[in-house]
């Protein structure tokens, strides 16, 4: 029974994902419908979130690699494993952009320069890791939404909660919330790293702040999906801080 919930749970959760950027109509309304009878279902399961070791919770650690043994290193490599898909989506983004051809070294070390901030701050895995000072959760593993990018706050208070170290649904549930970008990454941040490298001259672009854009919470909010707006943000870069 567990076991075939669970992979209902899969399923919703990954068509969800597909569905994610492209539509809005009824048939991601019945998705979302989904998710929440689900979300409530999790939120009723037994919390194991003071257990922390694949020995003490092993049911938590089930598909999860051997090497990982708790529950933190499990969530930081989730946070890290984010942070290498946006720099790959990033690279492959201007690959076929013809402005960044012309600049292919330029543009080459600029993720690379990326690449090595990323691994001076451990690929941001303390977002996720509760035993973080700068994590995003609470010491016991609690994630509150942190509401639309142009709002405040979350409105929605106990709903968009989660606790990951919890039990298997809720890691799995967690999948589903987003780490959503105010200045969008790929709407602007990357178009404007390639166009700041066009038009820089002989101007060093400040890379610290592209990083920042892409991979730190200056940009970044956590939010529960509907929370998270997939429309156009319609914000830009700041000029002043483009170049050194
Ligand atoms: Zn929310
Ligand atoms: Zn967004």
Redesign the pocket.
Known sequence: MRERFNRVLEDVINQHQELNERIDGFFHKDLLEKLNRISSYVGGLPQRRKLSSRRDDPDWFQGINERIQTKEEALRARAQSRMRNYLRDARNQTRGDPAALQVHARLLNAFGALQDMLRRDDYQGHLFDRKELESLCDEEGTFACQGR?DLEECSYGEGHVINPYDNRESLLLFQNWNL??GI?RSRTVVPGLVAAIVKGGRRNVNMEYFYALLFTTENLRLVHTVC???GH?RRGLDPDEIYL
Request: glycine share 0%; no cysteine.
């Open positions: 990018f959503d970008h969008e998270h707006e997939k943000h």
